[in-house]
Each structure stands twice: as structure tokens, then as C-alpha cells.
């Protein structure tokens, strides 16, 4: 039985893909930072722990890598933070905020990665959570589109120091969720796909044999269907 570990698994895209992990027999160790939400879907799912807590707390980190105990098939980098809503212009955006947005998503999936690699298997997937606004200037974006952009950059590094591992960055598109929610407040965004249609994408990397290296989820899943 193959072991992961799902960061921010108590919605959005964090649940599609653990559902989805957990129904092709993975065991599991998944977290986010409310526990009730966490509780309602997880506190009763055979081989999956979850653990509430918030990525940036090392000792949090530290419990996740022990719940799954080794060997680690597949770490899942998903948890994230947007930062203030709706996004101010880099000129106005608040530096203690942007050095929160900073530590859960770019120095925490680091943090993490690190207290995992001991227990990676070869060839184990490390899948980084991304998204365009980490290659595109969008103007408002510049808190987690940079963020994200340095995500992106340490992925790659990575994967040229870890050759024995997978290592993808993975832009899932813009999806219906409550981030993208937050991100636009006061929008409707019914028009935006649900979170499921970007797991067939992942799960391609996940269990394929595609090289380490940045993808689009949403080009991949159009390509498995």
C-alpha cells in the first residue's frame, strides 16, 4: 500500500485529490488548519490520519512525517495562503503580510520537504502546488503570484539535486474553491471548473512516468481522458 502525505486536504483541491488517493487504496496522512472541517471528512476514512494544524509550525511537520512513518511514496505540497483580499498593488502590500504568505508557501513545503527526503523512496513524487500567476504578471498578484514563482524555482532545483525523485510543479488552473473565492470577493465564479476536474491531471503525475518539471493539470488530464 503506497504511503502520501496531502497537504490542506479539507477542501478545494487538497480533498478532490486525497479522495481520490484514498479511493485507489493509498494510505494517508492529510492535514489543514481547521480541524472540524478536517474531522468531518477524514476522522472515520480507514488508512487515512489527519492531522490539524498549520504548515508553518515545525513541530506540526514534524507530525505529519511521523503519522506516515516510511518508507514515503508521494508528498502533496498543497496547503497555501493568499494573503490579503482582495490583493493590493505591490506599492500598498503590507511586508509582515507578505512575509506570512512567503513562510506557508514557499518556506513551509521546503521545510517539509526536507524532514521527508530520509524516507522518500526512489522515485517518490513530490508535487508542488503552483499557478500561473507564478509565471504571469498579473497586476495584483505580485504577494502570491511571487510565491509562487519561488516555489516554482526551488521545484526545479530540486529536481536537479534529487535526480532519484519526481519533482513537479503543477498549475492546476483557476478552479471554483474558496481561495479563488477569496481572490476575487463579491464575484461570482460559478463559471469556474470544481477542483475534481484538475485530479486526473495530478493523478497522471502522480502515477505515471512523466520527467520532473513544471505541467498544467488540465492539459494532462485532456490528454489521459
Given at each position: 500500500m503506497p504511503v502520501g502525505i496531502v497537504t490542506g486536504a479539507s477542501r478545494g483541491l487538497g480533498l478532490a485529490l486525497a479522495r481520490a488517493l484514498a479511493g485507489r487504496g493509498w494510505r494517508l496522512v492529510v492535514d489543514a488548519r481547521g480541524h472540524e472541517a478536517l474531522d468531518a471528512e477524514w476522522a472515520s476514512r480507514a488508512g487515512v490520519v489527519a492531522i490539524a494544524g498549520d504548515v508553518t509550525d515545525a513541530d506540526h511537520r514534524r507530525a505529519l512525517?511521523?503519522?506516515?512513518?516510511?518508507?514515503?511514496d508521494l508528498l502533496v505540497n498543497n496547503a497555501s495562503v493568499l494573503g490579503p483580499s482582495p490583493q493590493p498593488p505591490l506599492r500598498a502590500y503590507p511586508l509582515d503580510e507578505l512575509r506570512r504568505v512567503y513562510e506557508a508557501n514557499v518556506i513551509a513545503p521546503l521545510a517539509l520537504v526536507q524532514l521527508a527526503l530520509?524516507?522518500?523512496?526512489?522515485g517518490a513524487r513530490?508535487?508542488?502546488?503552483?499557478?500561473?500567476?507564478g509565471v504571469e504578471?498579473?497586476?495584483?498578484?505580485?504577494?502570491?503570484?511571487?510565491?509562487?514563482?519561488?516555489?516554482?524555482?526551488w521545484s526545479a532545483v530540486l529536481a536537479a539535486e534529487q535526480?532519484?525523485?519526481?519533482?513537479?510543479?503543477?498549475?492546476?488552473?483557476?478552479?471554483?474553491?474558496?481561495?479563488h473565492q477569496e481572490a476575487y470577493p463579491g464575484e461570482d465564479i460559478s463559471d469556474r471548473p470544481p477542483p475534481e476536474e484538475s485530479v486526473p491531471g495530478l493523478l497522471a503525475l502522480i502515477e505515471g512516468d512523466l520527467a520532473s518539471?513544471?505541467?498544467?493539470?488540465?492539459e494532462l488530464a485532456e490528454v489521459t481522458v
Open positions: 512525517i511521523e503519522a506516515a512513518g516510511g518508507p514515503i530520509p524516507r522518500l523512496v526512489e513530490v508535487l508542488n502546488v503552483t499557478s500561473d500567476a504578471a498579473y497586476e495584483g498578484w505580485g504577494g502570491y503570484g511571487s510565491s509562487k514563482g519561488a516555489l516554482e524555482q535526480p532519484e525523485l519526481r519533482v513537479y510543479a503543477v498549475d492546476p488552473g483557476d478552479m471554483r474553491t474558496q481561495l518539471g513544471r505541467y498544467r493539470a488540465l
